[in-house]
């Protein structure tokens, strides 16, 4: 039957075939009874229907990913992608598989549907109709959207389909791009996006929510005056700024201008200067195969009448992560850093159904920031 962990794939009946919703319908369920006879106890399950469109380059990095997320979140899965196919064989193309895992113990499997469909020039806007037809109508939709590059004008009809939106402004390389992707939203709610960018800051926000909770460190709240965000990788990735948005929104600092390659920011007490700094070369590549463009460290420094220095900094998946304190005394120490792969973020953001205000607030505050930042 295969090790635990590893995916088990049941193919379909008759491969790609010409979209035909009745048909694929059909072609799923003779799969299945395939499959039974064949012994074993199989169990189809879906929590949801997850739509994900992708391109060919980005595909073989993801799909990996979409077979641990239904391992965690078993859904029905639409893998949406543009044909590799010849001209002559043009018009929307599907066809269907499962992805299986054994359950815990080894009694049976637990298998998610996927649905493939490939679409070409003429008939890309004919998918979100395509899609809507195959929803299972009792589960809520997640699109979750990964892929790189220009979006095709039939995406927001896609959009509409949904319930929740999930996308990651990590992956965009160019700061200019970010705010246009935190202000999506699913079409079939008035829920805000959800951004894995985001998701990831949680280990980063809760170490520094942490680090002020002592009285004498909470007083020097007041009189911040200087902020630098290390990143590794080309330029401050979408979380630097997103971090450096939710630090401004929360203690209400405005941003002003910038002076001397720093953010200045009103503050109620003072200013504030805000800088990012590279630290090293690249951290390595992400879950996509680029560069890594990651957030490295922070440091925090509060003048009189509650001076402080504090930096926090990470590395990698490191499970801990180093505080140095320089003022008001000298401390070194290691704290838990909730370090989470890249499926286990996109499922906790699947189980987020409440509006994410710190988001937004943080998102808003960022897009101000970025356009103070020099661009190129």
Known sequence: MGRAGSPIHIEGPDGD??????????DLRAMWKA?????????????????????????????????EITRRHPARLFCVQRSDSPPDDHGLRAHVNAVCHIRPGGAG?????????????ASGPLVPSAVASLLVGDLSTVLLEL???????WREKLARLADARIADSGL???PAEYPAIWKRRPGRSDRPLHDLAWARLAPW??????????????????????????????????????????????????PRELAGGQIRLGAKTRPVSMRFEAE??????????????AIAGIRIR????????????????????????????????DVAFGYREFAACVVGEMHRHEPNRAFEDAARVAEELIGLWPKG
């Open 302 to 333: 509060a003048g009189a009448p509650a001076p402080l220095d504090l930096s926090v900094s990470h590395e990698g998946r490191s499970e801990t992560a180093r505080i140095v304190t320089r003022a008001p005394r000298a401390s070194e120490r």
């Open 17 to 26: 075939r010409p979209f035909d919703a009745t048909e694929l319908e059909r």
């Open 205 to 254: 926000r809760e170490i520094l929510a942490e680090a002020f909770d002592p009285p004498e460190f909470a007083g020097a709240l007041a009189s911040i005056q200087d902020v630098t965000i290390f990143y590794q990788g080309s330029g401050p990735p979408a979380g630097a700024w997103l971090l450096a948005g939710w630090l401004a929104s929360r203690l209400d600092w405005k």
């Open 147 to 153: 892929e790189q590059g220009p979006i095709p004008a």
């Open 172 to 174: 965009a390389h160019d």
């Open 35 to 67: 499959a039974s006879s064949k012994g074993g106890t199989i169990y189809r399950a879906a929590l949801a229907n997850l739509i994900t469109p992708l391109s060919a380059c980005d595909s073989d990095c993801f799909t990996p990913i979409l077979t």
């Open 109 to 121: 499997l637990v298998c998610s549907e996927q649905i493939a469909i490939a679409w070409d020039d």
């Open 280 to 293: 090293g070369a690249n951290g390595g590549t992400d879950s996509a195969g680029s560069a890594r463009r």
